[in-house]
């Protein structure tokens, strides 16, 4: 496997069906698939200018027109559901999930188009381009936030971007909602056994959402909670309680996290559109669900 190759044939056979294929139309020829999935990898992983890519990949051009149809009409979140359908069927997916966010610093080349400051991003429909572009300012300036829900091993199941300055608290109903595991028979799962999160993520909304769908929450209480309730008395509840064991397992999202910055392009965001950029992290997810999938083959 050469450095311009990622996928393995074994990981190819399970997107190729889902990828555009020829049309049989007149026109331009059409583009070797693999090879363009091959180049949008590439770029992603070096972190280098569409127009820099290797002649090996064909015009550059052809191959931003592939990423760009396809972060528009949800092809990579339609291979990413496939995909972790098929690991549910096989019983490879971990239903305690961990949920967190990590920064990534946007480029100067990736902020220079309009943005409506104070817009809010788009959570019910991520194909759609939000006003703000998910380019906000937080300490380290324009930037932007990833936010996944994984499984117990790691693996993303959703995504969202959002403006860099954007709470995690707010954005976990959001990330539920989008959270559908397709099964043979029947409605697509959307219930885990349990979350775990860190104390950005402990409030009643969430705690409530979670123990009326009958959802464990393995949630830490902050300091201020804990005296804010204390301070009601009785009305202030009970302790919340945490298990300690299962939360030491929430590290599997940083170390996921670590993997996706490997790759430069999405450590770095470059794209002016929330969209495009998304696409780039739910395509790593792909590439990682064929890789546990190929692996148990």
């Not at 992983?45 to 569409?50: C, E, L």
């Not at 929450?217 to 202030?236: C, F, L, M, N, T």
């Not at 309680?241 to 790759?263: F, L, P």
Request: with cysteine; net charge positive; proline share 5%.
């Amino acid at each position: 496997m050469s450095r311009f190759q990622v996928l393995s044939d074994g990981q190819w056979s399970l997107i190729e069906g889902m990828l555009p294929r020829p049309t049989g139309r007149p026109g331009r020829k059409f583009s070797d698939a693999r090879v363009m999935v091959e180049a949008i990898v590439y770029r992603y992983r070096t972190g280098i200018a569409w127009r820099d890519l290797p002649e090996v990949f064909g015009p550059w051009q052809t191959v931003w027109t592939w990423h760009h149809r396809m972060a528009a009409d949800g092809t990579w979140d339609r291979v990413h559901a496939k995909l972790t359908a098929a690991a549910d069927a096989a019983g490879l997916i971990d239903w305690s999930l961990s949920v967190d966010s990590t920064i990534a610093r946007a480029h100067q080349h990736a902020t220079n188009t309009t943005r409506l400051t104070g817009a809010g991003s788009n959570y019910t429909n991520p194909r759609l381009e939000p006003p703000d572009h998910g380019i906000g300012r937080s300490r380290g300036g324009l930037s932007s936030k990833i936010h996944q829900l994984v499984d117990g091993n790691g693996l993303p199941l959703v995504a969202l971007i959002t403006a860099g300055q954007a709470n995690d608290s707010p954005i976990f109903l959001p990330l539920m909602a989008q959270l559908k595991v397709g099964r043979d028979v029947g409605r697509p799962r959307t219930r885990p056994d349990a979350v775990r999160g860190d104390k950005a993520y402990s409030s009643r909304a969430i705690r409530g959402h979670l123990r009326s769908r009958g959802i464990k929450a393995v949630i830490p209480e902050p300091d201020d909670q804990k005296g804010h309730r204390k301070r009601r008395g009785s009305r202030g509840g009970r302790p919340v309680s945490v298990d300690r064991a299962d939360y030491k397992n929430r590290n599997v999202v940083e170390r996921g996290y670590c993997h996706i910055k490997q790759w430069r392009g999405i450590a770095t965001r470059y794209d002016k559109h929330a969209v495009v950029y998304r696409a780039a992290v739910v395509l790593n997810a792909v590439i990682a669900w064929t890789r546990l999938l190929t692996r148990q083959a």
